[in-house]
Structure formats: C-alpha cells, structure tokens
C-alpha cells in the first residue's frame, strides 16, 4: 500500500484515495443517498403504502454491519411472518452485501493510518492471515452462515485486501441459506415476536457454546506464544 499522511481533510468524509484504489467519499455518499432517497420516496407516497415495511427492512438491512452492529436475524423473521420468505431472503442478502461493502470501504481507509497498519506487522495478524489465506472464500461464506460472531473473519479479510466483490459474494453466498433458513422457519410456524427472540436466543447461546470454548483456547495459546 502506498504510503499515505495520517492527516485527514477537514471534511467529514475524507476522499483521499489510497494505493488500492478506493475512495471513501466517493462510495458513502451514493451510498447513503441512495438509501435516503428510498426511504423519502417511500414517505412521499411514491411507493405503496403495503411496501413500507419492505422498505425499511432493506435499509435497515444495508446498514447493519461490523460499524453499525444491528442484529439481523429477527428482523429477517419477523418481517417473512408478513410477506414472502423468498422476497424476504433476497431483500436481505442485497442489503447484508451493500452494508459489508460499506464495511470494506470504511476499513480499508482506516488502514492507510499508519498506527492502525502498524498491527498487520504483529505476530498474531500474520498467523491469522496465513490462516485465512488457506481457503479464504470458503471460510466467509461459512462465517456468514454460522450463527457465531463473523465480525472477526470480515475484518481479517479486508485488512487482508483480499478482493472486496469476492468479499461480498462470499457474504452473500453464506448469508443467503441462513436468511432463507430464518425466514421459511418463521413463516411456517407462524411465530409470534416473543417466540422469534427465544429462538433467537437459543441460537446465539449455541453458536457462544460450539465457537467460544475453541477462540479462547486459541486466545491462551496466543498469549502464550507472545509470552515465550
């Protein structure tokens, strides 16, 4: 990466491109107009009264990511409880993919720092970037899929650079099942919002139990390392 001043503009948006060819402002302002000028539309009455909830369930959707950490799984529900589950699963996987692509664009920039890079030179980055590199598609998509935290995996892949439209399919393609999985599961059973949180409840708490025994050993072995 081609190296960048720590300074910032003094706007608030800074547009500075770096040596990986991504400009923040150039991607958040289309960004977050375009989602405004749905939401305005739909409040003008340009759209149906019936596609409200849709609507806001799309933008809620796109902005639900790593820097505005909105649950997602309960909206997909509760909303698939009232419309179709199919259109419920599409709507939300576009919008999981636009808000991991926002997610792309604000990590890379904060990269160009030089104190935040510095951590790509630690020992435990390399050896979670040589981990991460072994099968990196496969290893989002399935992060996305799996009720644990992905946040972590999303990270390691952008400060990785590894291709930001591969980093979306990847997304996509491990979102997409479990969307679809939530919202025929919620239709089907006509779930009421209390059972969708317990459900969701129970969810969490499997994913804390099968992936947290394991990231805390490997926290203590990092340690360890590091200590040695």
Not at 15 to 33: E, I, K, M, N, Q
Not at 54 to 77: D, N, Q, S, W
Not at 110 to 134: D, G, N, S
Not at 200 to 226: K, M, S
Request: proline share 6%.
């Amino acid at each position: 990466m081609n190296a960048i001043s720590e300074e910032t503009t003094s706007a608030a948006i800074p547009s500075t491109a770096g040596g990986d060819g991504l400009a923040l402002r150039r991607w958040f302002y289309p960004y977050v107009g375009a989602l405004a000028a749905l939401l305005a539309a739909q409040g003008a009455g340009f759209l149906p009264v019936r596609f409200s909830i849709l609507t806001v369930y799309f933008v809620y959707m796109a902005l639900a990511g790593t820097f505005c950490p909105l649950p997602t799984a309960a909206p997909v529900m509760y909303v698939a409880t009232m419309w179709n589950p199919l259109l419920v699963t599409l709507l939300g996987t576009v919008g999981t993919g636009l808000a991991n692509l926002h997610d792309y664009h604000i990590l890379t920039f904060l990269l160009r720092r030089k104190r935040i890079a510095l951590l790509r030179q630690t020992r435990w980055y390399v050896r979670a970037e040589a981990w991460f590199r072994r099968a990196p598609f496969v290893t989002l998509a399935a992060a996305s899929f799996l009720p644990i935290p992905v946040d972590v995996v999303r990270l390691l892949a952008i400060s990785a650079r590894y291709p930001r439209l591969r980093f979306a399919l990847a997304s996509v393609v491990g979102r997409a099942p479990r969307y679809a999985m939530l919202a025929y599961l919620a239709d089907g059973l006509n779930m009421s919002i209390q059972t969708i949180l317990l459900v969701l409840a129970a969810t969490v708490l499997f994913g804390l139990t099968r992936g947290l025994p394991r990231l805390i050993r490997q926290i203590h072995a990092a340690r360890g390392h590091t200590e040695a």
